[in-house]
């Protein structure tokens, strides 16, 4: 009997002295932060590394517009060109992307006549490839409210080649490392009847 007794009490005093234990643990905080830390730094660098890669990206397209209507309008401002002018065209849209590359720079410069009733024809084209981008006297697109009868329209279209920087293949579910961002503008001419593009 006093042997269960002895080994009763052992046990009791076992539990007693985990519990003890365990309490202590319970009021312990340190390491808290640690552990705190651990869990949440990776969520917050992938979070970090995400808005700069929108920030890169917006910045990006907003110089891509920006490259795109400045080429319209200086053409628009002409009422001759060549493609001496027209190929200067590539250092413009360079000038403003800086401090940001311009990798696969495409640039298509196409003159619309617009007739008294409203059928759109393409005048002439050009492009950086040196081929010119639309036959002479196809219909391009043109948006509704530019089709004014015996009107003369510069289209640019521009493309550029965006590489990400902080590539995550695992959390984007994509294998796309780079991104194609293109930007389109019409503008009418500002001199005369039309825009004359010699040789072209």
Not at 108 to 137: E, F, L, M, N, R
Request: contains cysteine; aromatic residues 8%; charged residues 20%.
């Amino acid at each position: 009997m006093s042997v269960l007794t002895e080994g009763f009490t052992s046990l009791l005093q076992a539990c007693q002295g985990l519990a003890g234990t365990m309490k202590r643990l319970a009021r312990d905080s340190q390491g808290v932060g640690g552990v705190e830390f651990a869990l949440l730094a990776p969520m917050l660098i992938v979070l970090y590394l995400m808005a700069f890669e929108l920030t890169m990206g917006l910045s990006v397209a907003k110089k891509t517009s920006m490259a795109s209507s400045t080429i319209a309008d200086l053409v628009a401002r002409q009422d001759k060109v060549d493609k001496v002018f027209l190929s200067s065209m590539a250092d413009v849209s360079g000038a403003i992307f800086v401090p940001y590359p311009s990798k696969n720079l495409l640039i298509k410069i196409s003159g619309i006549k617009i007739d008294s009733k409203k059928a759109v024809k393409v005048a002439w084209s050009w492009s950086t490839t040196g081929v010119a981008p639309y036959a002479v006297g196809s219909t391009p697109p043109v948006p509704a409210d530019m089709l004014v009868e015996d009107t003369f329209l510069i289209r640019s279209e521009l493309s550029v080649s965006h590489e990400l920087m902080m590539y995550l293949p695992g959390l984007s579910g994509t294998e796309a490392k780079n991104l194609t961002i293109a930007r389109e503008f019409y503008f009418r001419q500002r001199l005369g009847a039309d825009v004359e593009c010699q040789g072209c």
